[in-house]
């Protein structure tokens, strides 16, 4: 198997009013049996010492079954898989260098 860490995912998301723009798939958590999804915007330049700020997202399905990615519209549902993502890319930063 390649090194898929070194590779990043990007993905064309549709809005409600069917504007189309990129975004780079940052981090996949599950909470409660879901599936959710951390993306910043394509193109969007991170910097070591500043915080990323980036979308959450859940899958989910269409009528047809179809996997689709969806806003996540109640807060304690958001800031619960938020507080995930956050502990999850904290965990990645090696500060100290140890």
């Keep these: 198997m390649e ?10 998301l549709t809005d ?3 504007n189309e723009s990129e975004f780079e798939l940052i981090g996949v958590t599950e909470y409660k049996g ?10 969007t330049e991170q910097k070591e010492d500043e915080f990323c700020e980036y979308v959450v997202l859940r899958l989910d399905q269409d009528e047809n079954g179809e996997d689709m ?4 519209d109640d807060d304690d549902e958001f800031d619960d898989v938020a507080d995930i993502f956050d502990d ?6 090696d500060y100290d260098g140890e």
């Design 16 to 18: 409600e009013e069917g």
């Design 69 to 72: 990615l969806v806003t996540v």
């Design 88 to 93: 999850q890319f904290s965990e990645e930063v």
């Design 3 to 12: 090194e898929q860490q070194n590779e990043r995912e990007f993905y064309t």
């Design 34 to 43: 879901k599936q959710y999804y951390a993306m910043i915007p394509a193109g």
